[in-house]
């Protein structure tokens, strides 16, 4: 709650000064203000871009990728997996990483590894793809092929093909086939003069216990980052904006709080046991590696719910020895008529018990200081300090 | 011109006079002297004073002196002051400054004395002789009169004066002009000297003005500072605060025109100032203040009467309520401090009238309006309590006052008040119209489902649909919310005859009294009574084989003993989440599931005897016959004996109620399951030794029961020797039968035809092939589609196998693979060409890998322009295929070089590197993505790689919506067979059966959107309907879920989807319909059946309003009138 007081000690200054101090901050407050209203972008339209292909064509006109999905896109760098909102880019640019013009081969026969080659060749690229971001970062990758949908003036719609690999026909050349070389947009909600700063998250932690692993799960996209210690502090950078859970993982517990978007009391709204019934036997019925799959923690809705899935398997695997094995996970869930689906599957961690290892599994520790938290445009570095606590049976 | 009269001018007197005269001049010069030295001392200090203030307002102006400083410096000023008027001015004043001392300044001073008034002094005073006295007394003449003459004006030394002050005008001069020219510098100057303990902010080219400044706020409570700054704007803002832990410097964000910086929940005092630009704030006290905290929250829920469910407790800081309406709840809280109130309120939910959806307590917007407020008893300084009856959601707030005032935070939970939804009944078996001859029993197998508990389960039977009566009842104790109970009906015991019939349902009720006579109960099935068999209209999905109804009991069992399993390792100290008493609920859940599963096996094995005890019509002959005999009765005899047991033991489990008893019960559960599972896959494969050892198994002694040995003996020697003739008439048959391939369809006789009804799969495999189980999409990673090149020839290699000689009977053997033993070829490109051969055993193997836990970056290799195909006759068949074999569908994708090769087999990992091979076996059922060529139908959704496709079979997969894309190209598909399976991705080939659901294109998406208006209006029309349903107290039935349907109809529509809308309308359509005939049956009773009366007897009905009553009926009315009065 905050509130607002007036300070009762303002120096008593010369009139003259304060009128100018006054007219002065009239000015400073009023024009940037009308400045403003009128460079104010307009935000209920697409995104609009130009596409460059390697002929030296383009296209301007409203960018999207079909069903407004977005990008899927493997960090070669980080080697992770991104969902990156074309929202978040101002560009793309597609590096050839490997063209040649390759030769149709068979093999010799069967158990053979020699290649015959037949003479005939066709062209083949292979393409980096560098997302690059208003903040002049560039991340450098390759992509799941999508299909890049331009509206051009008068509502004609084209359909281009963002790819990893392009390959030709027999008789083609490599300059016979074009691809999308840029993409550029405007109006993604960065000005040129102000440059977003990367998102990136630092939280300092006082644990009762030695901290395991730290991670940063983003809501809007369902993706999870790894902090790293550094020093103190558990940090993580170059994060897309949104809204973050923090997951702490220690030697007995986890401390986290599944965010809920109309969360406004902060807490994991309950399921009723019909649901929680049906989810558990969804999850059964999954058939999955492990034995035992249940939902230790979760927040959300039929339209959206994740949860966090504890796995265990007693024995019985190609591992010589190891007796349970268990992991956790974070799966994300939403309900069709009567049935849950799950959406997502990510992975926290694991560990592998042998004969005579104790194996309790961990203690959930509901922290609300760990939910809901926001990275944003205006706000992009979130520095946060929290203390976990362990909470015994009963305790608040 | 001098002063000094002559000396002949004096006028001499007497020597007294003359001292006298010279006292006074004397006494004249010393006050003059004094004041000038009071006025030298006053010029000197105000010059001094001049100058310390102007040094240090000037200074202060500049180099804005902190408090100390200024407090000091004015503190030495005023010492320095004070001192330099005690010594310069008052010491002046109070000098005892005596006549000579006077004589002698005076001399000095004024030329022309002459040291004549200083020895006038001293001769007055000496004791002198005549003589001298006579000196003296001239001396004296001489001074007297010169004093007279002159005057003892200033002592002279002006410049002792002069000079300061001088500088005391000019610094005064100074400190005036600076005061006037500058008079915002001297201003503040003053102000910060003039009480220099006391904050004045210093002349800055920035002024902040900070919110909210000192502050008292509550403990956990945040605070926003704001430090909005004037005149020049700085850069950044810095805000530097001191708690317990030690002093910080945090930069402030700048929002809104002002630097702003939250302290979030705070528990400690903090002091805090802003550095911003040249201005510095003074420091803030921010006071925090303790508060009441409710540490425990204590739920007690007691049920309904009806529900017969004990009370639950619950404590901690969960504080939710879910209960079924009309729950007594009773809240206790305890409170870490001592209180002196505590409130309670509630807040319906908006617009709630009857409970809502019961799938997520949203008490978001509750209606803060209509809020209910109940003032807790208090028990003792920390605790109070209160008691509430459940009736509506929404969210309720505990709120405790401390013994200061200060409010605890508000604790809010949801309450989500539940219906009590009808029970739901479904007759299992059989499920359909039947006829029967009249000496049979008709078993009826009903489930029933309530979401508190089942009390009631009836048999009901009429005549007409219309009047029913029930044939047989039975009554449960509370909290079974699931039960299938099994009934007879017994045509002779009801006198039926050939040629009647019955109809028959089922009702179930929960314990509440419902005006809806439909709910619970079942569809109405008809009984018709058969003359023989020939008349028996048996489906033909009664005619499931004898074998896959046993695999699907084997099925049954396992996974009864796969929960069984998971209790004998049950845990209370596990870490899950949920409380003693979740857990508690959880392990009655599991083994209520336990119970369930054994009593279904059980119950199944039972009717699957009976379908088969028959003697069926077979051209296989009375070998077949035998065989499948011996089989019934070692069913039969499991279905008393060992499923019986375990049915037992599994109830008794469920009473153990946690700890060692529960694990070992389990245990012992166990052991009972497994023989019977391997009983159950003996007899399927069982050749008749094995079928003669289980007929003459000697049973143990079970329940108290002995079995007569002697009959198993016999009863086992018959049948060995029926099975001996059997393998005889195996023979002829088969030949008989193979030769039906070559007959054509129309010259099919009756044998021929019964032969092959016999032998047709059944509704179990079909019902295995519409099983849609939960679809493992989440575990496939996104693949890459954009290598569109295909390969254009396909060399396909048929093989054939020499089998093992254990090919068919391989123990099943699961491939459990953890994370550690999994790993990745990953081949950029394709060098290695291994050797592929076919199988020779069947698939035996299931694996099961455990998902990965990193990404991968699959390359997409090159494929070379010819794909080669290893292709043989198929070892599997569908119904051999059991979930034991069937592979687990995973997340791991490779580009496989050197690892594909040698035995072609199915497995969990999709391949892009299209070194795939047909093989000989089925394939899995597990989702499988990649590149492919043709291969065998299943359940993929990779890339097809092929030009042509030529049909090679596989498995019957079922529709369903996958995400890989539609791609471009055509295949050149010269498959002849009926493919199933659309995915709604993939390449087009030919023409095929009804397609996928998915995604409108735009024009349709259009047309839905005016249908989702129109479906408003119906909608709208239902809900006013179903109002005065409600007001006028007629039937609703389904009418509040056909709302509901058709509210989601609406949603998906708008939304572009039509999934599953014929469903939908016949769901939607038979509730309305049904809603009608209630409506119908209820209109005809209230009907007023006057108008079906005679004219004439109307008239006399509505004339007799006129008349008088009766004498004798008086009374009576009178009577009547009175009560109808009286009873308002």
Same mark, same amino acid.
């Given at each position: 709650m905050n509130r607002r007081m007036r300070n009762e000690n303002t120096a008593p200054f010369a009139t003259s000064g304060m009128i100018i101090g006054f007219i002065a901050l009239f000015a400073f407050v009023l024009l940037p203000a009308v400045a403003d209203e009128e460079q104010s972008p307009e935000t209920d339209h697409?995104?609009?871009?130009?596409?460059?292909?390697?002929?030296?064509?383009?296209?301007?006109?409203?960018?999207?990728?079909?069903?407004?999905?977005?990008?899927?896109?493997?960090?070669i760098e980080r080697k992770k997996r991104l969902l990156v909102p074309l929202a978040d880019l101002s560009g793309l640019r597609a590096v050839v990483e490997r063209e040649e013009m390759a030769e149709k081969w068979?093999?010799?026969?069967?158990?053979?590894?020699?290649?015959?080659?037949?003479?005939?060749?066709?062209?083949?690229?292979?393409?980096?793809?560098?997302?690059?971001? =208003?903040?002049?970062?560039?991340?450098?990758?390759?992509?799941?092929?999508a299909t890049l949908y331009v509206e051009v003036e008068g509502g004609? #719609?084209?359909?281009?093909?963002?790819? #990893?690999?392009?390959?030709?026909?027999?008789? /083609?050349?490599?300059?016979?086939?074009?691809?999308?070389?840029?993409?550029?947009?405007?109006?993604?909600?960065?000005?040129?003069?102000?440059?977003?700063? =990367?998102?990136?998250?630092?939280?300092?932690?006082?644990?009762?216990?030695?901290?395991?692993?730290?991670?940063?799960?983003?809501?809007?996209?369902? /993706?999870?980052f790894e902090a790293a210690l550094q020093g103190e502090i558990y940090a993580a950078a170059n994060l897309p904006y949104g809204t973050y859970d923090a997951i702490v993982e220690t030697e007995s517990s986890f401390f986290l709080q599944f965010w809920k978007p109309d969360g406004s009391r902060g807490k994991a709204a309950a399921l009723a046991p019909v649901n929680m019934a049906g989810l558990e036997e969804m999850l059964k019925q999954v058939g999955d590696f492990f034995q035992t799959q249940r939902v230790v923690h979760w927040a959300g809705s039929p339209e959206k719910m994740r949860g966090l899935i504890l796995s265990e398997r007693l024995g019985d695997t190609t591992l010589p020895g190891a007796e349970l094995i268990r992991r956790y996970d974070v799966f994300v869930f939403h309900k069709v008529e009567t049935e849950w689906k799950i959406d997502r599957r990510l992975f926290l961690s694991r560990n592998v018990f042998y004969k005579g290892e104790s194996s309790?599994? #961990?203690?959930?520790?509901?922290?609300?200081?760990?939910?809901?938290?926001?990275?944003?445009?205006?706000? =992009?570095?979130?520095? *946060?300090?929290?203390?976990?606590? *362990?909470?015994?049976?009963?305790? =608040? | 011109m001098s002063d000094i009269p002559p000396k002949d001018a004096l006028k001499p007197g007497t020597p007294s006079e003359n001292y006298a005269a010279l006292e006074d001049w004397i006494a004249s010069f010393r006050r003059r002297w004094r004041g000038a030295m009071c006025l030298r001392g006053i010029m000197v200090l105000a010059a001094a004073s001049g100058l310390v203030c102007l040094i240090l307002f000037a200074g202060d102006n500049v180099a804005r002196f902190p408090a100390w400083v200024r407090t000091s410096s004015l503190a030495a000023s005023v010492i320095m002051f004070a001192c330099g008027a005690a010594v310069l001015v008052v010491k002046p004043l109070i000098l005892k400054l005596n006549n000579e001392i006077v004589a002698a300044r005076a001399e000095k001073l004024i030329p022309g004395l002459e040291n004549s008034v200083i020895n006038a002094v001293q001769f007055h005073k000496a004791g002198l002789s005549a003589l001298e006295r006579d000196l003296a007394d001239a001396q004296l003449s001489e001074a007297a009169a010169r004093a007279r003459e002159i005057r003892p004006r200033n002592p002279g030394d002006w410049r002792a004066i002069r000079k300061p002050g001088l500088a005391a005008l000019v610094l005064s001069a100074t400190f005036l002009a600076y005061a006037i020219l500058l008079p915002r510098a001297f201003g503040n100057a003053w102000a910060r000297f003039w009480m220099p303990w006391k904050y004045v902010p210093p002349l800055t080219d920035t002024r902040l003005e900070i919110t909210p400044g000192d502050a008292e706020i509550l403990i956990a409570e945040s605070l926003l500072v704001e430090a909005a700054p004037r005149g020049v704007i700085p850069e950044q803002a810095t805000i530097v605060f001191k708690d317990q832990r030690g002093e910080k410097r945090e930069k402030m964000a700048f929002e809104g025109g002002a630097f702003v910086f939250q302290f979030a929940a705070l528990a400690s005092d903090v002091r805090y100032r802003v550095e911003?630009?040249?201005?510095?704030?003074?420091?803030?006290?921010?006071? +925090?203040?303790?508060?009441p905290f409710i540490e425990s929250l204590k739920i007690l829920c007691e049920f309904p009467d009806y529900l017969g469910l004990p009370p639950i407790e619950q404590e901690g800081r969960g504080g939710d309520i879910q209960a079924v309406t009309g729950t007594k709840v009773s809240l206790s809280i305890r409170s870490d401090s001592p209180i002196r109130a505590a409130v309670w309120r509630f807040f319906p939910e908006r617009g709630a009238g009857d409970p809502g959806s019961p799938d997520v307590a949203d008490a978001s917007a509750p209606a803060t309006d209509n809020a209910e407020e109940i003032l807790m008893e208090l028990a003792g300084e920390r605790e109070a309590s209160c008691r509430f009856e459940l009736r509506r959601n929404g969210a309720y707030q505990i709120e405790a006052t401390g013994k200061a005032g200060t409010p605890s935070p508000p604790l809010i939970h949801s309450v989500l008040a539940l219906p009590d939804n009808p029970p739901r009944c479904e007759i299992v078996l059989p499920g359909r119209d039947a006829s029967i001859p009249p000496d049979q029993k008709f078993p009826v197998h009903a489930r029933a489902t309530d979401d508190y508990g089942v009390r009631t389960v009836e048999l009901l039977l009429s005549d007409d649909g219309k009047q029913w009566r029930v044939g047989d009842s039975r009554s449960f104790p509370p909290g079974g919310r699931a039960l299938t109970e099994a009934f007879e009906i017994d045509p002779a015991s009801l006198g039926l005859e050939i040629g009647q019939n019955i109809l028959y349902c089922v009702r179930t009720g929960d314990g509440l009294e419902r005006q809806d006579e439909n709910a619970g109960r079942s569809i109405v099935y008809r009984l018709s009574i058969a003359s023989d068999k020939a008349d028996q209209k048996i489906s033909d999905s009664d005619m499931e084989s004898l074998e896959t109804g046993i695999r699907r009991l084997i099925k049954k069992q396992t996974e009864a003993q796969d929960k069984a399993l998971i209790l004998s390792k049950w845990s209370e100290k596990d870490g899950a989440e949920t409380d003693a008493a979740g857990k508690q609920e959880l392990l009655a859940d599991r083994c209520a599931a336990v119970v369930l599963e054994q009593s279904s096996v059980r119950d199944e094995t039972r009717a699957l005897v009976q379908r088969h005890a028959p003697a069926s019509e077979s051209a296989k002959g009375a070998a077949l016959e035998a065989r499948k005999s011996a089989m019934i009765q070692v069913l039969a005899g499991m279905a008393d004996g060992e499923m019986e047991d375990a049915w037992r033991k599994a109830d008794a489990l469920r009473k153990t109620g946690g700890g060692d008893a529960t694990r070992n019960a389990a245990g012992?559960? !166990?052991? +009972?399951?497994?023989?019977?599972?391997?009983?159950?896959?003996?007899?399927?494969?069982? @050749?008749?030794?094995?079928?003669?050892?289980?007929?003459?198994? %000697? &049973?143990?002694?079970?329940?108290?029961?002995?079995?007569?040995?002697?009959?198993?003996? &016999?009863?086992?020697?018959?049948?060995?020797? %029926?099975?001996?003739?059997?393998? @005889?008439?195996? %023979? &002829?048959?088969?030949?008989?039968?193979?030769?039906?391939?070559?007959?054509?369809?129309?010259?099919?006789?009756e044998a021929d035809l019964a032969a092959i009804k016999e032998a047709q799969q059944t509704e179990a495999k079909w019902a295995k092939y519409f099983e849609e189980k939960v679809t493992d999409f989440s575990k496939l990673p996104p693949q890459d589609f954009a290598d569109s090149a295909v390969a254009k020839e396909l060399f396909e290699i048929w093989c054939e196998v020499k089998l093992a000689e254990d090919a068919f009977t391989r123990k099943t053997v699961e491939m459990a693979v953890p994370h550690e033993q999994s790993g990745l070829e990953l081949a950029e490109s394709l060098e290695t060409n291994l050797e592929k051969w076919l199988m020779d055993v069947k698939d035996f193997q299931k694996w099961n890998m455990e998902e990965p836990t990193q990404d991968y970056d699959v390359p997409i290799v090159d494929l070379p322009d010819e794909l080669e195909d290893l292709i043989g006759e198929l070892l599997d068949s569908e119904e051999s295929m059991t979930e034991d074999l069937e592979d687990v569908t995973s997340g791991w994708m490779d580009s496989i070089d050197k690892g594909a090769g040698w035995?072609? !087999?199915?497995?969990?990992?999709?391949?892009?590197?299209?070194?795939?091979?047909?093989?000989?076996?089925?394939?899995?059922?597990? @989702?499988?993505?990649?590149?492919?060529?043709?291969?065998?139908?299943?359940?993929?959704?990779?890339?097809?790689?092929? @030009?042509?496709?030529?049909?090679?079979?596989?498995?019957?997969?079922?529709?369903?919506?996958?995400?890989?894309?539609?791609?471009?190209?055509?295949v050149q598909d010269t498959s002849t067979d009926p493919v199933s399976g659309s995915t709604g991705g993939g390449r087009a080939s030919g023409d095929g059966q009804e397609g996928l659901r998915g995604p409108a294109p735009p024009q349709v998406a259009e047309q839905l959107v005016r249908l989702a208006q129109k479906q408003a209006e119906i909608v709208n029309k239902a809900e006013s309907l179903d109002h005065g349903l409600k007001v006028y107290r007629y039937p609703r039935g389904g009418l509040p879920q056909a709302i509901g349907e058709m509210r989601q109809t609406e949603e998906d529509m708008k939304a572009g989807r039509l999934r599953d809308y014929s469903r939908t309308q016949k769901v939607v359509l038979g509730n309305l319909r049904e809603v009608k005939d209630a409506v119908e049956r209820q209109k005809s009773v209230n009907r007023d059946t006057g108008s079906a009366l005679p004219k004439q007897m109307r008239t006399e009905i509505v004339n007799s309003l006129s008349e008088k009553a009766p004498e004798k009926y008086k009374d009576m009315l009178g009577d009547y009138y009175k009560a109808l009065t009286e009873s308002r």
């Open positions: 697409p995104l609009i871009g130009k596409v460059t292909m390697s002929n030296g064509e383009t296209l301007t006109g409203g960018i999207s990728i079909s069903g407004e999905n977005p990008l899927v896109f493997y960090d068979v093999w010799k026969e069967e158990g053979f590894h020699e290649k015959i080659m037949t003479g005939e060749k066709y062209p083949v690229r292979t393409f980096f793809l560098d997302l690059l971001y =208003p903040d002049g970062r560039k991340v450098r990758g390759h992509v799941i092929s004609e #719609r084209q359909k281009l093909k963002l790819v #990893r690999k392009q390959t030709g026909e027999v008789g /083609q050349e490599l300059k016979d086939l074009a691809y999308v070389s840029a993409v550029d947009f405007e109006g993604n909600g960065a000005k040129p003069e102000t440059p977003a700063t =990367p998102g990136s998250a630092s939280i300092r932690i006082k644990s009762p216990e030695k901290i395991l692993k730290v991670w940063l799960l983003q809501y809007e996209q369902d /993706q999870i309790p599994a #961990r203690k959930i520790n509901p922290t609300r200081e760990l939910s809901g938290l926001k990275i944003t445009g205006e706000n =992009p570095k979130l520095e *946060i300090e929290v203390s976990l606590i *362990i909470r015994r049976e009963g305790q =608040p | 911003a630009g040249d201005a510095v704030s003074r420091n803030y006290t921010i006071k +925090v203040k303790p508060r012992e559960l !166990m052991a +009972v399951q497994k023989t019977i599972i391997e009983k159950l896959k003996a007899l399927l494969g069982a @050749e008749e030794d094995a079928l003669a050892s289980l007929l003459a198994a %000697k &049973k143990e002694e079970i329940g108290g029961e002995t079995v007569d040995r002697d009959a198993a003996r &016999k009863l086992a020697e018959e049948l060995l020797q %029926k099975i001996a003739e059997y393998k @005889e008439e195996q %023979k &002829k048959t088969f030949e008989a039968t193979r030769a039906l391939e070559k007959k054509p369809v129309e010259d099919f006789t035995g072609t !087999m199915d497995g969990p990992i999709s391949n892009m590197s299209a070194q795939g091979k047909t093989g000989n076996l089925l394939p899995n059922q597990q @989702e499988i993505g990649g590149r492919s060529g043709e291969g065998r139908s299943g359940k993929s959704s990779g890339q097809f790689v092929e @030009e042509t496709a030529t049909g090679k079979g596989g498995r019957d997969t079922p529709t369903r919506l996958t995400p890989d894309p539609f791609e471009e190209g055509r």
